[in-house]
């Protein structure tokens, strides 16, 4: 069975879907790798890395899907809407697809990839449980982006991040604000604390409270009631306007004494919650950032544009998009572990076997034999319900 990785073509994407050091595990498991030439160049991966570890190099993007029986990517059409579409042209049917595909957003593309004959299974599906903590990605690329959330906040603050005592006196710690205590937000917690911040954290959700402090912060409580913040997974659920409205009330004072704001909040597949007003941003000390990890589904503060930086009332607002792609290298490592443990365990004999019984493999399938299969996707694109898992093993 051959296994293809594209060249990544979503814009100013980096990143690359497996990196030398998978191969080993794919070889073992008697599979052969397919690599578009330069496709790991980006993330400090040349093609002569990949051919040691016995990949072989195909020339064009064409080559790779006319030969792959299953393809891995980074970002597939759904999750790259625009560049992504002249894939679906080269596509084969049956052929199986792996990775990143945005279908809560999206979930129009996934019917044009079921027209395709392809099978589809998508990362960002994967039910949350332990034994797919190894194959988790959204996991893995939150916790580049908080990392590297605070970097970028702290170079654009015009203060420095820790205490110091030196003999022109005594520079006090910048006091940073993490809104929304995923992995992101934890990373972000964690990484700022290590820059020698004071770091403040409120979640909607008030069992996150002792992981706050875990990583050195101080989780901020709110007298408000959010019983039913959390939903399936540990995933915040939407809450209503009036319990937004509310929390903002109560937030602005924290964010008017914060140097940086670093914003996390998201809910799959909806818009983000405003957390941050214009009116609380003009309450800012110039000077001040904030950094919305938010932006690219519609951001956490009013005044946020994905993907440019902009300075309302003296505070920079970074709208933070892909900013995984910013650390290919990191972020491609762990990216390919996760797929690549995705794969192996579809994987039995050097052939695909999908098991319909497989909470994990059921949880991420999208498409197959033409059809758009997951009960999720299929309600937002209005299709009636249907007997999805067969029990039995193909």
């Known amino acids: 069975m051959i296994i293809g990785v594209p060249k990544e ?12 050091g998978a191969l080993p595990a794919l070889t073992k498991a008697g599979l052969e790798v397919l690599i578009e030439a330069g496709a790991g160049k980006e993330a400090g991966y040349p093609d002569a890395a990949y051919e040691e570890k016995k990949a072989k190099i195909a020339p064009d993007r064409a080559g790779i899907f006319s030969a792959a029986d299953v393809i891995l990517q ?6 790259n809407p625009e560049a992504g579409r002249a894939d679906l042209a080269i596509m084969k049917r049956d052929q199986v697809l792996i990775g990143f595909y945005d279908p809560l957003t999206f979930p129009a593309a996934v019917k044009e990839l079921a027209g395709r004959g392809v099978m589809i299974f998508a990362l960002e599906l994967l039910p949350r449980i332990t034994r797919a903590q190894v194959m988790d990605a959204l996991s893995s690329m939150a916790t580049v982006a908080g990392y590297k959330a605070v970097l970028m906040g702290a170079e654009l603050l015009p203060r420095m991040f820790p205490m110091l005592m030196t003999a022109a006196g005594t520079v006090a710690p910048a006091r940073v604000f993490v809104v929304g205590v995923g992995v992101a937000g934890l990373q972000a917690i964690a990484t700022a604390k290590r820059l020698g911040a004071v770091v403040q954290a409120y979640d909607v959700r008030p069992s996150v409270k002792e992981q706050v402090k875990s990583v050195g912060g101080k989780f901020v409580e709110l007298p408000l009631e959010s019983s039913g913040a959390e939903g399936e997974g540990g995933y915040a659920k939407a809450m209503d306007e009036a319990f937004y409205q509310r ?10 004494a914060s140097d940086v704001v670093i914003t996390t909040a998201a809910v799959p597949g909806k818009k983000a919650p405003l957390l941050i007003t214009a009116q609380m941003v003009e ?9 919305d990890l938010a932006a690219e589904s519609g951001g956490n503060c009013e005044l946020t544009k994905a993907g440019q930086t902009l300075t309302a009332h003296g505070v920079t607002i970074l709208g933070a998009a892909n900013l995984t792609s910013t650390v290919p290298y990191h972020a491609s490592q762990m990216y390919a572990k996760n797929i690549s443990a995705l794969l192996l365990s579809m994987v039995k004999e050097g052939g695909l076997r999908i098991n319909l019984e497989d909470e994990i ?25 249907t007997e999805t898992v067969e029990r039995k093993t193909t």
């Open 74 to 79: 980074v970002r597939g059409f759904g999750a």
């Open 361 to 385: 493999i059921r949880g991420t399938l999208l498409t197959r034999g033409g059809e758009v299969v997951h009960p999720q996707i299929r309600e937002l694109l209005g299709l009636p319900r």
């Open 283 to 291: 309450g800012m000390a110039p000077g001040s950032v904030i950094v």
């Open 247 to 256: 929390q903002r009330e109560m937030m602005a004072r924290i964010v008017a």
């Open 9 to 20: 073509t979503y814009p100013g994407e980096r990143r690359v879907a497996l990196v030398p």
